[in-house]
């Protein structure tokens, strides 16, 4: 069975400031930033703030360093967390969308908190974004496997330089393309969740088309990578849909050591092959989560075997 559940309705309040769009409730970052606050913290943001055409503050969003500097802002103001950088060239991450995945990961598991929830981040890459958001809010332990050298350095440094999560994260080098699980899943090993966020694009030209639009739509001319990305972050051999059939392939032989297997799906078309392929592998459960933020539109994918732990599971006895 295939539930889609919609994003959640947003409820007016005149005591807040304005929200953003399809954002979920919880997710600190669905209201308008307030620049003042975050300069408090976080002064360098200062050389990126300008008032935009409304007269609000804001950022050139087509500035990699302004990104940089605001997310530096956004973690260090939502969750005390004093030190992070990405080395030049690596994803920029958007923090309000990654943190959108954290919250709808902890409806699936009831809001579970603490270290008792593991989680197996798939691609963690060198900003570490979803252990270091989802140890802040949840207090969940991650393991982020990660096949880049440069990126799995760069993610265990972020990890030590700041102490209210390095015991809670655990970074792992996968040393296969074609592989999500294996080799970093270890025997015995369980985990509550999976996440990733794969690979959009089929080739750099692609991943390079894609960014001429997010350029255009920004009104921008330059062809610099606002977010960064390397080969492996953007784009993988058969792209997206590739990427994600050979994850729920492979997640059949991991059956009863994670509870939830999830991953973003930026392209719906994706949506109806992938979920045939999971009838065919006989997921128990399969859900779609709608996600938004303003304009951008994304979804999860989550699917589950718990039939099949039921029948591996041995008999009661009765006495």
Sequence with gaps: MVERTSKFA?????????????????????????????????????????????????????NPQAVKALNQALLKHAYGLQHWDIPPGYLCPPIPGRSDYIHYLADLISMKRGPSVRVLDVG?????IY??????????????????????????????????????IECRPQTSAMRCFQGIIQPGEHFDLTMCNPPFHA?????????????????????TLNFGGKAGELWCEGGELAFIRRMIEESTAFADRCGWFTTLVSKIEHLSRLEKMLHRVKATEVKIIDMAQGQKKSRILAWNFTSRLRSLAPATQSH
């Design 10 to 62: 947003l409820k007016p309040n005149s005591e807040v400031r304005p929200t953003k769009d399809g954002m979920h409730p919880r997710n600190r970052f669905r209201t308008r930033y307030d620049f003042p606050q975050l300069l408090t913290g976080s002064p360098a943001l200062a050389a990126y703030v300008k008032a935009n055409a409304h007269g609000d503050d804001s950022i050139d969003y087509a």
């Design 124 to 128: 963690t890459g060198a900003n570490c």
């Design 131 to 168: 252990p270091l958001i989802g140890t802040s809010e949840y207090g969940w332990s991650f393991v982020g496997a990660e096949m880049d050298d440069v990126a799995l350095r760069w993610a265990k440094k972020l990890v030590t330089a700041n102490p209210s999560v390095a015991g809670l």
């Design 203 to 223: 080739s750099a030209a692609e991943a390079a088309a894609g960014t001429q639009r997010k350029l255009r739509n920004l009104g921008k001319k330059t062809s």
